[in-house]
């Protein structure tokens, strides 16, 4: 048993060795076939068909969700047609780091979600910010640094088309501070080695957590984020020998209560019933020792009163974004649906016309 197990293992191995040559033989001899028809003789009838919801390759995780790119190098059938797609799924909050594409323009479709999306083309050129509703879409120039985030607290979808069968992609963070340490330190004004690391040892992978704003609004925190996409060290770019990280941050030490008479103990129930409302008997009242309204304590009053009115125009205005998110989000669902709920609107135009049709045929009368 034993014996034929070992045997298994080497022709197990030998097959899975011998698939990937097959891919990658294949793809070598689509780049050098100059005639399309020849091409499609060397490629299967599923090679033109590449699976989002089960790829094997081209995925990027993290913390706010995930990314899956169809490109030359893992969908041979897209040798010679001069275009590649990328799906997002992201997560609420799901943050598309800055990044660039070296070889493509990029353009972006919100499926069932409000992308906040920016761009800066080049040195000189002002920055671009959009909010791209579902059904939208937005271009990014051809190697501008760009990023787009989840803006709302569900999880939603885009498509991006490029128009190059090998865009690339660079995100600018880990490939910015996987350069040697000491240029770095040199670009920042000189801040200093460890603090390369130390920064360099935080970036998150993408999709990352959004910002600050986005997470407290869907009442989420920001977790500890995986950390593996980072630049490889090599010879050339190696930090200095021995330094083996800056020291963990010390926490924040909780205030000390002062000593003596200052140092404050806890109100017991009497002392919170009574109607001075402080310890001592000093009594609180609107009017002064002379019976004159007292201007500080109306002041207060006053004070407290428009910042429960603010709290509460803060609420309202959060119940109506979030309904106003909700109904938008709802235009892009019918794209979720199939069968006979696909495309509700369509069907219904040709019922209409059909009814027209119907309508102006004249009846026959028999005898």
Known sequence: ?????????????????GAQDTIAD????????????????????NDFVFDFLHATSGESDGAGGHTVAASSSNMPALIGNGMAMTIGFLGPCGFNTPHTHPRATEFNFAVNGTLQTGFLAENGARFVFN?????????????????????????????????????????????????????????????????????????????????????????????????????????ANALPNGFSGPPAPAATPAPTPASGSDKHEPATSRELQSPTGVTGGAAISLNDSDGKPNPLIIALIVLTSLMAIGYVALAVGFILRRNREKKTRSMGAKYFRTGAQFAPQGRGLAQTADMQVSSSVPEKHHD
Request: hydrophobic share 40%.
């Open 1 to 17: 048993m034993f014996k034929a197990a070992a045997l298994l293992v080497p022709l197990l191995l030998s097959s899975s060795i």
């Open 131 to 235: 909010e791209v509703p579902p059904g939208s879409a937005a271009i990014f120039p051809k190697g501008a640094i760009h990023f787009e985030m989840n803006n709302g607290c569900e999880d939603m979808l885009f498509v991006a088309a490029f128009n190059d069968e090998d865009p690339g992609v660079d995100q600018i963070a880990q490939r910015f501070f996987g350069l040697p340490p000491s240029f770095i330190a040199a670009s920042l004004g000189d801040i200093g080695v460890e603090q390369v690391a130390g920064l360099e040892a935080k970036i998150p992978n993408n999709i990352a957590l959004g910002t600050d704003e986005c997470l407290k609004r869907c009442g989420l925190s920001r977790t500890d984020q995986p950390t593996s996409q980072r630049q490889p060290r090599v010879q």
């Open 26 to 45: 294949k793809i070598r001899n689509l780049r050098v076939t100059p005639a399309n028809a020849d091409r499609v003789k060397i490629l299967n009838d």
